[in-house]
């Protein structure tokens, strides 16, 4: 009995198309080969129309990119809370249209 384990890598490649990758992913197919002519992933040439990826290596470098959550905006301002309940509204200026109307713009 033959009890030699598989690697990590050759139990979870899962291989795919380009389109099909693509589509379950949401994004356009071309996106997949730029990143890889960026070296963001790798790309499988098996012959002259067949080029596939590996899903997981796709699936690590998105989830890779994870943006961190952008704090609100009077966080960021340093502003305070009560600063904005006692600020004053802000005036708009008339438009042209309207002075014109008031008899204020010739």
């Known amino acids: ?18 389109k099909a990758l693509a589509k379950k992913l949401g994004i356009h197919h071309l996106t997949l080969a730029r990143w890889a002519d960026e070296g963001r ?4 040439k098996v012959n002259d129309r067949v080029v596939l990826y590996d899903e ?20 960021r ?10 600020a004053q509204p802000v005036t708009s200026q008339p438009r042209p ?3 014109e109307q008031e008899g204020g713009l010739h």
């Open 41 to 44: 992933v790798s790309r499988y």
């Open 77 to 86: 301002l340093g502003v305070r809370s009560g600063d904005i309940e006692s």
């Open 1 to 18: 009995m033959n009890t030699t384990a598989k690697s990590s890598t050759e139990t979870q490649n899962n291989f795919t198309r380009a």
């Open 56 to 75: 997981g290596e796709v699936f690590d470098m998105i989830r890779s990119t994870k943006v961190k959550p952008v704090q609100s905006p009077s966080k």
């Open 97 to 99: 249209s309207q002075l």
